[in-house]
């Protein structure tokens, strides 16, 4: 079974930059369209970007709340998908997963939810 390990979280202060990465085991990301969410606790897992299904960035999707301040990309050869944050804001703070799929009712079931990274923005 396909697994996803997310990596890259840390603490930040407003206005600074972390990239996320997710490296698939078991599976080939370029197959899928992958999604990064979020989830803050007590609250829903939100999409904050995915790829698109023909895995080109020219048909990337953001979050109105993160567009033109993220950008998802991929590495086919590392078998790994990459969030760039950039000018990061506290309402960013949460835990970040990807997983394959760009649809919260459906992202997991083909692979299932990885652990998350936690990005946290000191104001």
């Known amino acids: 079974q396909g697994h996803v390990v997310e990596s890259g979280g840390g603490v930040v202060q407003a206005g600074g930059s972390l990239r996320l990465s997710c490296l698939a085991s078991?599976?080939?990301?370029?197959?899928?369209?992958i999604g990064w969410f979020r989830q803050v606790t007590g609250k829903g897992r939100e999409e904050v970007a995915c790829t698109g299904d023909s895995g080109s960035d020219e048909t990337a999707d953001y979050a109105p709340s993160v567009r033109g301040r993220f950008t998802i990309s991929k590495d086919d050869a590392q078998n790994t998908v990459y969030l760039q944050m950039n000018e990061l804001k506290p309402e960013d703070t949460a835990i970040y997963y990807c997983?394959?799929?760009?649809?919260?009712?459906?992202?997991?079931?083909?692979?299932?939810w990885g652990q998350g990274t936690q990005v946290t923005v000191a104001s």
């Open positions: 997983a394959v799929g760009c649809n919260t009712a459906t992202a997991g079931l083909i692979v299932p």
């Open positions: 078991g599976f080939t990301l370029n197959w899928y369209a």
